[in-house]
């Protein structure tokens, strides 16, 4: 919203600085290019600074030192090259976002506004001129950013879309394909390949990813970036990301379109990102035994068999990496700490997924964030229970827990997936998902002796903090919506008290293992049916805050909210 005069420009500015949030304002006053700023807009603009110094502060700058002492000339080339690729994939997810983003940057750029470095600073943050951690809440102007993002057209609704699929059956694996985007041609929607639409990044990545091939000796590197080379000019990913899931080596880099939580509208279409990361040998195999009882935490799940998926493959690789470089949707807003790719389910079926834990990432998060968090959320006998190993281990089970249950189903006589029916709900149930069934598995291993029992009040301290740095998130996005409907269930289940004098929380650790078990089992259920209309009430009767967490975000408030990490442009 553009203020029309200097009074609508402060009172605006006021209300919703106490929102935390801000609006663009007009570069002068209105009707004058020439007049000296009033006092009231000197104080617009300083109120405009300070909360957008506030909202960039939620974010602590970490310097990402690797150790890359290791690489041989040739590898420290062939890294260089695929962290050039990775910026391409930002540049495309710049757009993938809106398209407008370009011109807003440069707008903003060009300007001679007081808060001009400010705002640049925010749109770098978050790709874009919208809040990722409010909500999506414009900070420069007043467009709001569409659901479906820049994927599908600004107008378009879900009626609209589902509308033209029935309509016209023969369009329907190409409008629900991961890997186009929809757009109008007069009165029709139409389908354009990502490579088609986005040829102008992806050729030139494509030519990086070919150049690094011939400089690499590792054969499954050179093997797998050819074909993602292949696939950025085709479409087709799943021959590469068969042979991502057979990668070896110490470079452990991913490119390409996977996630889908910018589509807010259906969770359809998939951005792309690219992790460069430097895989660590020992901390590998320490961990890539968990990989071995796959099959037996699908077994253990509380639910009848009917909803277990054997199916997949359970030969999954599991590696531990530092991160070098990112790209794309890896970059803006909240870090990643780990991730499990890829995403097709006829992959998974054939060969699992692949879990790669970025180990420099996630310790920078627990010193910075969760461990001075614990004072703030838990009692303090509780809260010196926290453990680096237990936030480790339960994002490790949160990536394999995206393996587990129901993938592939059949609804009404056809076969599909979970994702295809839970539509927009499906990010944030499956994040909640893979967080407490990750929780469940951890218990099943310390059943099994193959963790330590006696320290399963410390696992479940982590565990229930962690809960509430995802919160802070904004429950609009996946992670923190789905830790949402855990700390609403688990409250729900009277899993723990609230101190009415200091408001810290007081953990019933008998209580909240059986609501656990409880939540996996009724998200599982919910999964298996493809129970679109069941998931929307679930999530409206759990996935909320209350004053309890209100109060304890108030007194976290002097800690970042998330970390921004600096990596080198080139090794």
Do not use: C
Not at 171 to 198: M, Q
Not at 232 to 259: C, H, Q
Not at 373 to 393: C, F, I, N, S, T
């Amino acid at each position: 919203m553009k203020a029309q005069n200097i009074l609508l420009v402060v009172l605006v500015l006021a209300g919703l600085a106490v929102a935390g949030w801000y609006v663009k304002v007009s570069n002068g006053p209105a009707g004058s290019g020439d007049k000296a700023p009033s006092s009231a807009a000197r104080t617009a603009d300083a109120t405009a600074d300070t909360t957008l110094a506030a909202e960039l502060a939620k974010f602590a700058p970490v310097k990402m030192d690797v150790d890359t002492a290791f690489l041989s000339e040739k590898d420290r080339a062939v890294v260089n090259k695929l962290i050039r690729a990775a910026d391409l994939m930002s540049e495309i997810y710049l757009r993938q976002i809106s398209e407008d983003n370009p011109r807003l940057r440069a707008e903003i750029a060009a300007s001679d506004r007081p808060d001009r470095d400010l705002l640049l600073k925010m749109f770098d943050l978050h790709f874009g001129v919208w809040n990722s951690l409010e909500g999506f809440r414009p900070f420069y102007g007043d467009r709001p950013l569409p659901l479906g993002a820049a994927f599908y057209p600004d107008d378009m609704t879900r009626e609209e879309f589902e509308t033209w699929i029935a309509a016209h059956p023969e369009d329907r694996e190409a409008f629900l394909s991961p890997y186009t985007v929809i757009r109008r041609d007069g009165d029709r929607l139409i389908a354009i390949p990502y490579s088609r639409y986005y040829r102008e990044w992806l050729e030139p990545a494509a030519k990086l990813l070919e150049e690094a091939a011939g400089l690499t000796d590792n054969e499954s590197l050179k093997r797998y970036l050819r074909l993602r080379a292949k696939a950025f000019r085709t479409n087709d990913y799943f021959e590469s990301d068969m042979a991502w899931m057979d990668l070896k080596g110490p470079i452990e880099v991913v490119i390409g379109p996977y996630e889908v939580y910018t589509d807010r509208l259906f969770g359809y279409k998939a951005a792309f990102e690219a992790f460069v990361t430097l895989k660590n040998p020992d901390e590998s195999a320490r961990v890539a035994r968990y990989k071995s009882f796959l099959r037996d935490m699908e077994a253990n799940l509380p639910v009848d068999d009917a909803y277990k998926n054997f199916r997949r493959g359970f030969a999954s690789p599991i590696a531990v990496a530092d991160q070098v470089h990112g790209g794309g949707d890896n970059v803006p807003g909240v870090q990643t700490i780990a991730f499990n790719l890829p995403n097709d389910e006829r992959v998974r079926e054939a060969k699992g997924a692949k879990k790669v834990l970025l180990k420099n990432v996630m310790n920078a998060k627990f010193d910075r964030i969760l461990k001075p968090m614990a004072a703030r959320v838990l009692v303090p006998e509780q809260a010196a229970m926290l453990k680096r190993d237990y936030m480790g281990l339960e994002t490790l089970f949160h990536e394999l827990s995206h393996s587990l249950g129901p993938g592939t189903i059949v609804k009404d006589g056809r076969t599909t997936t979970v994702n295809v029916e839970l539509k927009d709900l499906y990010s944030a149930i499956e994040e909640g998902k893979a967080d407490v069934m990750g929780a469940w598995n951890i218990l099943y291993l310390m059943a099994r002796g193959e963790l330590p029992i006696a320290e399963k009040q410390s696992f479940l301290a982590t565990y229930f903090t962690g809960l509430f740095r995802a919160m802070r998130f904004g429950t609009h996005e996946a992670h923190g919506r789905g830790a949402a409907y855990q700390y609403g269930y688990f409250k729900a289940k009277e899993a723990f008290t609230v101190d009415p004098e200091s408001g810290l929380y007081r953990l019933d650790f008998a209580r909240l293992e059986n609501a656990i078990r409880d939540l996996v089992h009724d998200i599982v259920v919910l999964q298996g049916d493809g129970d679109y209309e069941g998931a929307g009430r679930f999530l409206d009767t759990y996935a909320h805050t209350d004053a309890s967490f209100e109060a304890a975000r108030q007194r976290m408030e002097s800690i970042p909210v998330d970390i921004r990490p600096i990596y080198p442009d080139r090794i």
